[in-house]
């Protein structure tokens, strides 16, 4: 089993930069993809961004594309997304999610460890 817990998210104003954590419970988080999703009110939940088990490969929504990257330190047993230019409409509440493989995709199927997630609010 698989503990995540979100962390980093608040209130900011549009073209702030703010970066989410993703902490997991053990050292063999290593083992594991992860990826990032959001759901904003009344919108259905979508991907973010995700990050092999090594960080050697990364995949990107085309909203987030340019703004946000994702990145890993397995020594630290974190994930995490840094975000740029921040936009109303990226308002959300952020998860982090891993798949029981060292690779990960936008397919929210693939995924079955959820963090609780943390709210991210970005005004105008």
Same mark, same amino acid.
């Given at each position: +089993? %698989?503990?995540?817990?979100?962390?980093? /998210?608040?209130? %900011?104003?549009?073209?702030?930069?703010?970066?989410?954590?993703?902490?997991?419970?053990?050292?063999?988080?290593?083992?594991? !993809?992860? !990826?990032?999703?959001? +759901?904003? #009110? /009344? &919108?259905?939940?979508?991907f973010v961004a995700a990050i092999a088990w090594n960080g /050697?490969?990364?995949?990107?929504?085309?909203?987030?594309? !340019?703004?946000?990257?994702?990145?890993?330190?397995?020594? &630290?047993?974190?994930?995490?997304? +840094?975000? /740029?230019?921040?936009?109303?409409?990226?308002?959300?509440?952020?998860?982090?999610?891993? #798949? #029981?493989?060292?690779?990960?995709?936008?397919?929210? =199927?693939?995924?079955?460890?959820? !963090?609780?997630?943390? +709210? %991210?609010? %970005? =005004?105008?």
């Amino acid at each position: +089993q %698989v503990q995540l817990v979100e962390s980093g /998210g608040g209130l %900011v104003q549009a073209g702030a930069s703010l970066r989410l954590s993703c902490a997991a419970s053990r050292r063999t988080f290593s083992s594991h !993809g992860v !990826g990032w999703f959001r +759901q904003a #009110p /009344g &919108k259905e939940r979508e991907f973010v961004a995700a990050i092999a088990w090594n960080g /050697g490969n990364t995949y990107y929504a085309d909203s987030v594309k !340019g703004r946000f990257t994702i990145s890993r330190d397995n020594a &630290k047993n974190v994930v995490y997304l +840094q975000m /740029g230019s921040l936009k109303p409409e990226d308002t959300a509440v952020y998860y982090c999610a891993a #798949p #029981p493989r060292p690779v990960a995709g936008p397919r929210e =199927s693939d995924y079955t460890y959820w !963090g609780r997630g943390t +709210q %991210v609010t %970005v =005004s105008s």
